[in-house]
């Protein structure tokens, strides 16, 4: 969508709350803010049960009936700010660009439409996380764990990136030659669809402000925690990830942190970030009782039958809380300038 576009819209609707005088606390808008909730499996909150049922389709989207949209939005109630949630259409497995274009889901069942089909004229926010499916972190996962590439990770999208170098070896792959290339072109990918999907919520929804949200942070400063499984459970967090791999994919995740804030910086008609990895460093997967972040191969709420679903990585409930006091603490500020 060129830029051109997005710079044709125009400000905030008048249902939206005018700041008062120096010194004076700004309202909380009068009228219920439409609304659209968008993004990938960290929008449903893959692993939390019970899941939404709306439709066989959907069913595959994993999105949880209490996913960050859903508490954010009883949050802000609780403060006096009302959503008119027009439509949460987040789906574990989106890149970025199903935004735009339709996502096939598994098996064959179906298709989704377009996310921005969601969006209406009188949309006044869209907020969402979207990003690490396009980088391929879950193909990043898999080039270091052979657990992950063995039947432990089926329902985990994506394959290796080089299913022929070692999982043992993957920081050195990912640093040089063709894995540095691989990983350096899809940090381009992410910063341009994640360009385009800002001027199309610009386009499509003049009056709606994007709030675009990041991803909580997985692998703690300090990796030792990461070798021992977290109380009650026998796997290790991070599965069998190599210690001095772990600093690496924390890099990972702090330079898509960078690409998305530069992406929100740069958007014509503005935009707003919740920055979930600098408010998640005690919340990680290796952080025990306190971890915010299900461990890869530890069995989530979501089963099949009697066998649980892994989180693979995902926030379980303290750390979808997390998120939905992050976003609705972002939602009053952006509503109340």
């Not at 939404?52 to 802000?76: I, M, W």
């Not at 009302?82 to 069942?109: K, M, N, R, Y």
């Not at 702090?254 to 707003?272: I, T």
Request: glycine letters at 10%; hydrophobic letters at 40%; aromatic letters at 8%.
């Amino acid at each position: 969508m060129a830029r051109r576009l997005a710079a044709a819209t125009i400000a905030l609707g008048s249902c939206l709350a005018l700041a008062g005088p120096a010194g004076s606390v700004a309202a909380a808008p009068a009228d219920p803010v439409p609304t659209v909730f968008f993004g990938d499996s960290y929008t449903a909150n893959f692993g939390i049960a019970p899941v939404n049922h709306e439709g066989s389709e959907k069913l595959f989207c994993f999105q949880a009936k209490e996913d960050y949209p859903t508490v954010a939005t009883r949050r802000l109630a609780d403060k006096g700010v009302t959503l008119d949630v027009q439509s949460d259409v987040s789906c574990g497995g989106a890149l970025v660009h199903h935004f735009w274009q339709e996502q096939e889901l598994p098996f064959g069942i179906g298709k989704l439409p377009p996310q921005q089909d969601a969006l209406k004229a009188d949309t006044q926010l869209a907020v969402g996380s979207m990003g690490g499916n396009t980088l391929g972190f879950t193909r990043i996962l898999k080039q270091c764990s052979d657990k992950l590439r063995a039947p432990e990770g089926a329902l985990l999208p994506g394959e290796p990136v080089d299913a022929d170098e070692p999982a043992a070896k993957c920081r050195e792959f990912f640093e040089s030659g063709d894995g540095k290339a691989w990983l350096d072109d899809q940090f381009e990918r992410v910063g341009w669809d994640l360009e385009e999907l800002l001027d199309r919520i610009h386009y499509f929804a003049p009056d709606a402000k994007p709030v675009l949200v990041g991803y909580p942070r997985i692998v703690p400063a300090d990796t030792n925690k990461c070798l021992a499984p977290a109380p009650g459970q026998t796997e290790l967090p991070l599965a069998d990830i190599p210690q001095d791999a772990m600093p690496f994919l924390d890099q990972v995740q702090k330079r898509l942190d960078d690409v998305m804030k530069k992406a929100v910086a740069d958007a014509e008609g503005g935009a707003d970030f919740v920055d979930l990895y600098d408010h998640t460093g005690g919340n990680t997967a290796c952080d025990g009782a306190d971890r915010g972040i299900g461990g890869l191969l530890e069995g989530s709420q979501v089963k099949f039958g009697d066998q649980a679903l892994p989180w693979y990585a995902h926030p379980n409930e303290k750390g979808r809380d997390i998120q939905a006091e992050q976003v609705a603490d972002k939602v009053e500020q952006v509503l109340n300038r």
